[in-house]
């Protein structure tokens, strides 16, 4: 039978872990599709793009979408913390809070650091077309449009890997530009191209070292030159900490019903406060079972400075 101070121990532990876990900002919110899972390993099928309409002369004629498929395998991480028993005896609740607070915190950031992980191996980790996610020479085998495209840009920084405002304003634009022209595996627009967006449609994730620079591309009227920036206001962008590389952002397209990013997982996030019969502590553990992968490329680009 549980005692009083171990029933507000169960209370402050779960309580502080779940305010701090969704108080996080998530630089990922709006770009990831979350899978159910009830097995170790899936395999799913993505379908290709629906045909245009044609003229309705004759029969009708059905056209069969490409498909594509890929793996997930879902992985088990825990997270434990060792509760001292003097701390419940004499309930030092505050402590508690602030210990399972930070539990909290680091459960959503290791969602955040997975799916960076995800993004930055993206240059050298095949996805569902046979290409690495972020490619050159993306083809859709077996599809009706197989013409290369590109969501994989480079370019260098003239004083190193952190680019002037300048040098990140053309590479914005290339990048805006080769989300027009991308096309799905019918040869049909991704993307459409009109000026009439809304900015939270384009969403740019960067490093903490670019901070200054995106910031001034958001909110100054003019580039260095003085030349006019014509960027302003024509997109969003979030700073992301797990990006440590420091030459490396991306842009999302987040207008499509298409990710470029996928969750997988078993069940929740599950969390639960347990004493160790042995040492007469308690342990508060956060525990998920899932995988970060990838979505549909097309809704992503990389711009790496050198």
Same mark, same amino acid.
């Given at each position: 039978?549980?005692?009083?101070? $171990? +029933? @507000? =121990?169960?209370?402050?532990? /779960? ?12 630089? %990922? #919110? ?81 969602? $955040? +650091? @997975? =799916?960076?992980?995800?993004? /930055? ?12 996610? %972020? #490619? ?171």
């Amino acid at each position: 039978m549980a005692t009083s101070a $171990t +029933s @507000l =121990l169960l209370k402050t532990a /779960v309580q502080s872990f779940w305010n701090s876990y969704y108080s996080i900002p998530d630089p %990922f #919110d709006g770009l990831v599709y979350t899978r159910s899972s009830t097995q170790k390993t899936d395999t799913y099928t993505r379908l290709g793009a629906a045909p245009m309409p044609v003229e309705f002369s004759g029969d009708r004629q059905a056209k069969m979408s490409n498909e594509y498929t890929f793996t997930a395998t879902n992985i088990p991480y825990d997270s434990t913390v060792a509760i001292d028993k003097e701390l419940v005896k004499y309930q030092q609740w505050d402590e508690v809070a602030s210990l399972t607070a930070n539990q909290g915190a680091k459960a959503m950031a290791h969602k $955040t +650091s @997975l =799916l960076t992980t995800a993004l /930055v191996n993206g240059t050298s980790t095949v996805g569902d077309d046979g290409q690495f996610f %972020f #490619d050159t020479d993306h083809a859709d085998p077996g599809a009706v449009y197989t013409t290369s495209q590109d969501n994989d840009l480079t370019s260098a920084a003239a004083t190193g890997t952190v680019p002037t405002d300048l040098e990140a304003a053309i590479q914005i634009k290339l990048m805006f530009d080769a989300f027009y022209g991308f096309k799905d595996d019918r040869g049909d627009p991704q993307v459409p191209a009109t000026d009439n967006l809304s900015p939270g449609d384009f969403i740019l994730m960067i490093p903490p070292e670019f901070l200054s620079i995106i910031r001034q591309l958001q909110v100054a009227d003019t580039k260095t030159g003085p030349l006019a920036n014509d960027l302003m206001g024509t997109f969003t962008y979030r700073v992301n900490p797990f990006l440590t590389g420091g030459n490396q952002m991306f842009m999302f397209y987040a207008g499509s019903n298409h990710k470029p990013l996928i969750v997988q997982q078993t069940g929740s996030l599950e969390n639960r406060v347990y004493e160790d019969p042995h040492s007469g502590n308690f342990n508060h553990s956060a525990t998920w079972w899932g995988v970060a992968t990838y979505g549909q490329w097309r809704t992503a680009v990389s711009q790496i400075f050198t």
